[in-house]
Structure formats: structure tokens, C-alpha cells
């Protein structure tokens, strides 16, 4: 179930966060972490649609 | 909002309590008990935010389910903010339809957190898990507590749990397994509370509850790991991320910003149930 909401403002600082009873904090953290450095410098259209689309599913 | 379901008597009421005792937390409860006279409503009531009670019979049975609709809108409304709804089922409710019902559940401002079935261990085999093919309850949960395996004898107690575990991967292989003895887990792999202190002026009931050293509070801790974010991140690989979590996450959540063509627009993206 994933659910994306607007916030009113965009955040000066962010984060990203994953919790399980069997997580591997080390893998989870490599792969939080390849997320962050995902070239984002300029806009990637089908990425924002697909949040887009999550998006209205979640209104 | 998330569902506890579970056989009659396994420990459902109890997972609820002790999520009620997380610091700070307000939640809103739905209690379904079969019968005219709401049992566990009573049992829980003194302890809790807001609470809304369904009596009669079991909330997947009864006609409009119940009035599942109008108290998720009582308790939803903004006013309260809270910060989850627990729906306690009754221990007769099919979590299939439940987890039906939730999902396709009108109420704005509700989107579903999960379903937590709750086994025990000692009566499982005798009383839910009887056939030659796993229960079909297994599929609609999200996260499986079992409970009650420290009343199991020493020498069958792994055996049973890794049983139990088997059992639900094969219906289910997105499902999380823990032990909980007494509902004893994390409230982290459940919800967030906006404030992780107890509010001053409200609950005073609920605040007395949770400073009692019963020795019942405790749980083992999930595990977590977390970045920080100081610049955007692609949308393309945030949603990589909800679509296909690290392997063993029951939630994945983040504050972002995100680039569009003209402007940087934050988000709160929530992933749960694996």
C-alpha cells in the first residue's frame, strides 16, 4: 500500500526511512541511500508521473 | 488505519493495549465484539482517544458493515488528530472481506495501514490452521504476530514458530512474521504519532495507563535505517524504492522534495505491509 501527500511546503531537510523486524540495516541503508544519489538535477517526467499517478490513488 | 484480526481469544486486545501504552500516541479504535453486549469495548474503553463501537455481530457480516463507514468518518474528522485508527475485529470476522471492506472504504481522509493477524501459538494448529491447505485468513494479512508461544513447552516452542511461519509464507510470501508474547511489538512498524510527548492537557486516563510499570511495556525494537536528504530526489527511483523495498522492510516512509518542470514540491510518501 503506498500512498504519496502533498506537503505545503517543500522541506529543507528530508529523509527516507525503512523499518521491518527481519530489515538488514546495512542493505536497507544501501539501498535508501542509492535513492538519494539518483541524479535529480533536472526533472525526470515518467518519475512524476508515476508519483503523480500514487498521488491521486492516495486522495 | 489498520485491522487486527485473529482467531477468538488470541490476543488481539491485547496487541491493542499495548499499543495504546506508546508514549504520546493518540489513536482512535474501532472494536467489533459478536454479540449484543461489546465486550472488548468495554475493555478497552478508559484507555483510548476515541472509540466507536460495532456490536450486533461480526463487522463483515452485518448489513452497510456494520456502520464500519460512519465511525472511520467519526473518527477521522481532523478535530481529533489522531494519529491511527485501529479497527479490533471480531474474532468470528473474515479478515479477507475485512481487509475488502478497509480497502475499498469511501472515507476521505483513511487509507489503509496494514493488516495485523494475531495467532496463538498453543491453539493455532488445533483450531485455525486445521486443513491440509493454509488458511486463506494468511493472505489477507500484512504483518502476523505470534503470540502466547512462551506458554508453549520449550522443546516445541522454535518447531511451532518456524511451522507457523511456513504456513503463512506458502498462502502469503509478502507477509511479515514476528513474535510478540502479549502483543508486544513495535508500534514503529504500525504508525508514527505527530508528538512523541504526552499532551498536557488531554487523556489524563490514558496518560496514567501508560505510566504504569507492569513490566508489560516492553518489545523488541524493529529495525531501521534512514537517510538524510539534503537535495531532490528522482521521482522515477522514490517510487522504485515504495514499488520494491529493501528486502525485510515492513514500512518504507520519507519526507522529499521533488523537482517538477517549473518548481520543487514536497511530498510524505508512505509505503507499508512489504
Known sequence: ?59 | MVAVTGYLGAGKTSLLNHLLRHPGARIGVVVNDFGALNVDAALVSGQIDEVAGISGGCVCCLPDAGGLDEALEKLAHPRLRLDVIVVEASGAADPVTLARLIRFSGVERVRPGGVIEVIDAVEHFRTVDTWPEPPLRYAAATLVVIGKSDLLPAAERERTIERIGQRVCARNPHAHVVVGQAGRIDPALVFDTASPTEPEDELPIAALIRDERDGHEGHEHARAATVALSEPVAPGALIDLLEDPPHGAYRVKGRVRVRGSRNQRGYLVNGSGG
Open chain 1, 1 to 59: 500500500m503506498i500512498h504519496v501527500a502533498p506537503l505545503p511546503e517543500p522541506p529543507d531537510a528530508g529523509e527516507l526511512v525503512a523499518i521491518g523486524p527481519h530489515l538488514d540495516p546495512a542493505i536497507a541503508q544501501r539501498g535508501l541511500a542509492a535513492v538519494a544519489a539518483a541524479p535529480a538535477d533536472r526533472p525526470d517526467a515518467a518519475g512524476l508521473r508515476r508519483l503523480h499517478r500514487y498521488r491521486r490513488l492516495s486522495d
